[in-house]
């Protein structure tokens, strides 16, 4: 092993291996099929896993830069001036650096890697390395068969894992960044940088990595994925994750009075309910309790939430109890609707109360948004991600179409 100092040519040489870095490893061609992957909600933690990695699931994070798993003694190590090992601590947090392990940064020859846990906010180093990952081939209707992939990873160590449902094995990022599972599919599958995401409430949700079409049962509803067409936004600092702007909110059709004209809001599958800004939660909180000034509350609400119902005194609709829609009016015009499928969660038998929480505290990786989109939000809305036009999809809530995210048709072989 070599143990040089980066001499000034070398850089330049690292720079240039990076802008051609997709063509160094996408060897692992098996026809160009998207893959799908079941989804799992934990009951205890309501994070949502996936089992590809040798059946231990690793937790979904849309803000994710890397793949991280605990490693076994043996695993394979990459060179520190591996080109590779630039482009996987291009994403790493500016307080995951203070770690140790880079005290001194060329005491190593090997590659180190900072794997974050999104839940805890903790930091560690481990070693680049390579995994086998298993999903199956789709035609977005069924698994046709298994396909194995090799994906470069972090390790990391046991107590990284803590706030992890029991059993899983790390994290598996779905951000934007070249390292996150999304790009990388894209690069060894030979697929698009597209992926759908339907997150279940409970039962098997799906992923779909490499874009096409997404069925869900009954047979005759088709493809339903819905057109990417609002914007991401972009350079909002380091974080590769998933940013949105809105120009508003309504609760029942009118327009929530903000102090703002738009805000951003960022997608999180760690976070479990939506977390709005004090300002924006204020409002929301506001107008909600006055369209359902007649509704029969129960009090005192169960915390962490601020109005609860008496869900026995409700009405049912097709999406959910008959209370008041919410609105985010998005830009380039496209709205979501928010059904109480969304926007209340029951916490007993008896008790439903509106799904927000008041933000606490700052992102570690970038602007914080004004709302923090979680999970619940998102469960049985099919959601596509196209890295390639940088614009996201969102269905609205399925069961306008009378089926959810746990009818992907997993039945078949595999
Ligand atoms: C699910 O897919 C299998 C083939 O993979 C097929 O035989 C079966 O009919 C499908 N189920 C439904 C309900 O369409």
Redesign the pocket.
Known sequence: MRQTKPHPVTLLLMTLAINSWPCTFASDNNGGKPLVTPILKDASTSLYTIPIKDSHPLVLDLAGPLVWSTCDASHQTFELYDPICMVANQHTLPKCWMHDGHGKPFASTKCLVHPYNPLTGKCAVGDLTRIQLSASATDG???LYPVALSAFSSCAPDTLLSSLPVGAAGVAGLSQSELALPTQVASTQKVAKIFALCLPRGGQGAAIFGGGPFHL???WLGDISPEPTIPFERNLGLSQGYFFKAKGISVNQEPVPLNVNEFVIELSTTAPYTALRPDVYRALVHAYDVATSGYARITPPVAPFEICYDLQKFSYTRVGYGVPQIDLLLEGGGGWTIFSANSFVEVNDRTACLAFVQMTQTADNGPTPAMLMGGHMMEDNLLVFDLEKGKLGISGLLWWFRTNCANF?F???T
């Open positions: 209707q069924t698994q049962l009954p047979p048709n039945t078949g072989t």
